[in-house]
């Protein structure tokens, strides 16, 4: 319970044994009465067994989908379970739980609430192609929502019973698609979007799964999966 | 001029057809980026089939448009070899769901018959 809320917290998780633990742990503290879903997204190492180890339910995927993938299962769950809310978090650590409330609080007015860095808190910076695929994400996003985004690629969102019902039944397992495309179609069917701002933290452990050299192709691909996200219906 | 009218509007109808497939959520997001950049490079070249003169020269080929036809082979045959490694991709997939699958009935199977002797020791 937050707030008198049923929450979950849904955590995907790729090969984050060595963070997992304090993930779960910290949110387990911060947070009494929630309850945790880590989706173990086809990890080669022991992520399932330490996530349920440090009190998390865990579902094990046979095979990586990618985070849309083990986000549907999340959602799906939420609602077979009747969660009022269910919140997405990083396995990396990099989100702190503290924000959770403050979200949860969000919700009452809105229906998506999204937990975003450069929006005054914390000092997570970004550079060169990358930082370019933000602020063009950012620019039009904000458009499409009528309401300012700055951190559209943000793992980090609280969804109300309605966006979960939506959620369980068409989320993207595309890459951009789950956060970029999901935006789009949630603004598109007259739910409301917010954001707060967040500090956001170092990940804990394990390697960051964007280098320096993809940043070009991320913004093409950013580019290419913003377009078809407005053309689309 | 009829030819160019005939393959140009082709071209068109091809992209017509794919971006609507696209905007209907029938084609995944790779695919249809993979033929939307075929049609960019093939639109051209049907309104122009002289584009690639220069270049056949270049490579010893007689005319631009036997250099289209034989690139256009190459193309669709590497797309077939993608596909058939998606498909392979696919059936491992599904496999490791019908072992998974197996495993839990086994599991529910096994439960099932301890509950039962359970239940009839007790009574
Ligand atoms: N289910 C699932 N989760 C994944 C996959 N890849 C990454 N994740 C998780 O998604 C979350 C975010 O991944 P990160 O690699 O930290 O991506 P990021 O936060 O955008 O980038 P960084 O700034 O580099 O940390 C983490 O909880 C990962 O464990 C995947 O293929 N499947
Ligand atoms: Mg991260």
């Excluded at chain 1, 979200?103 to 937990?115: A, F, K, Q, S, Y």
């Excluded at chain 1, 300012?148 to 397992?173: C, H, Q």
């Excluded at chain 1, 598109?188 to 452990?205: E, H, L, N, S, T």
């Amino acid at each position: 319970m937050v707030n008198g809320k049923r929450t979950l917290i849904i955590i995907p998780a790729l090969n984050e044994s060595g963070s997992i633990a304090d993930v779960v742990g910290e949110v387990r503290g911060e947070l009494p009465g929630v309850d945790v879903l880590v989706v173990d997204d086809g990890s080669t190492d022991r992520t399932a067994d330490v996530a349920a180890a440090a009190g998390a339910r865990v579902a094990k995927l046979p095979y990586n989908l990618g985070v849309g993938g083990a986000m549907r299962l999340g959602y799906r769950y939420a609602r077979d379970n009747n969660y009022d809310v269910a919140i997405q978090i990083d396995a990396d650590g990099q989100h702190d739980p503290r924000y959770v409330p403050k979200l949860v609080d969000l919700l009452d007015d809105n229906d998506l609430v999204i937990g975003a860095r450069f929006a005054g808190e914390g000092d997570y910076n970004v550079r060169g192609p990358r930082r370019w695929a933000m602020v063009m994400l950012s620019a039009v996003l904000s458009r499409v929502a009528r309401t300012k985004l700055t951190d559209t690629t943000s793992g980090f969102r609280a969804a109300n019973r309605r966006v979960i019902e939506m959620f369980a039944g068409w989320y993207p397992a595309e890459y951009l698609g789950d956060t970029v495309e999901t935006l789009v179609h949630t603004a598109r069917r007259g739910f409301r979007i917010r954001q707060v701002p967040v500090a956001m933290r170092k990940r804990m452990a394990g390697t960051p799964s964007h280098s320096p050299a993809k940043a070009m192709i991320y913004l093409g691909r950013a580019f290419a999966v913003l377009t078809l996200a407005l053309i689309r219906r | 001029m009829k030819l160019t009218l005939v393959t140009g509007l082709t071209g068109l109808l091809l992209l017509g057809t794919i971006v609507e497939l696209l905007r209907r959520r029938q084609l995944r997001e790779k695919y249809g980026m993979l033929w939307l950049a075929v049609l960019i490079i093939v639109i051209p070249l049907s309104l122009f089939p002289r584009l690639l003169d220069n270049v056949a020269e270049l490579l010893g080929v007689a005319s631009g448009v036997s250099l289209v036809l034989f690139l256009g082979i190459v193309f669709l045959l590497l797309v077939c070899v993608h596909l058939s490694w998606e498909v392979s991709a696919l059936e491992e997939e599904t496999r490791t769901l019908a072992e998974d699958f197996a495993l839990l009935r086994a599991q529910i199977d096994a439960d099932r018959a301890a509950r039962d002797e359970l239940v009839s020791t007790d009574g």
